[in-house]
């Protein structure tokens, strides 16, 4: 039995979709001052052109879906660099979270990273992904990941 043309391209447009769609588009880095033995993190503030080890920063990353399908169940994932690592407060913080986004709509997530070495405004210090997502079409879709990422500089 042959697959049908028709199926065989509604396949490819979906492999398609996100690389042709969608848009991930990383915030400036903001630095968190914390007080040494803990305490309240002050506000953020902009980096200085550097970071510095263990100073703790985040950011946020815009993915827009630009298409007409309702992408859901999306995972991002955040990786390390060899300049910083991700930051979580709890063991719950480690485990992705999925989330949906209608046709021409926008969400922003918030990713915490801890410096492990001196940056000078040039360095990447993550890399986020679209790691997978279900189409309306009741069908799972899982990419590699790779085709859309951002890199994020401090």
């Given at each position: 039995m042959s697959e049908s043309p028709i199926l065989t391209q509604l396949l490819a447009e979906l492999a398609a979709y996100v690389k042709d769609c969608c848009t991930i588009t990383p915030s400036a880095v903001q630095k968190v001052d914390v007080p040494h033995g803990g305490g309240k993190a002050g506000p953020p503030e902009p980096p200085d052109g550097k970071l510095n080890p263990g100073e703790l920063f985040h950011?946020?990353?815009?993915?827009k879906n630009n298409g007409p399908l309702t992408m859901r169940n999306i995972i991002m994932m955040a990786d390390a660099t060899t300049f910083a690592e991700r930051h979580y407060e709890s063991i719950e913080d480690m485990a992705p979270t999925s989330f949906?986004?209608?046709?021409?709509?926008?969400?922003?997530?918030?990713?915490?990273?801890?410096?492990?070495?001196?940056?000078?405004?040039?360095?990447?210090v993550a890399k986020v992904r679209l790691v997978s997502w279900c189409a309306d079409l009741d069908g799972p879709?899982?990419?590699?990941g790779k085709d859309v990422e951002t890199k994020i500089e401090a």
């Open positions: 950011f946020n990353v815009t993915i949906d986004l209608k046709a021409n709509a926008s969400k922003s997530i918030e990713f915490w990273y801890r410096a492990k070495a001196v940056t000078n405004g040039t360095k990447v879709f899982a990419g590699t």
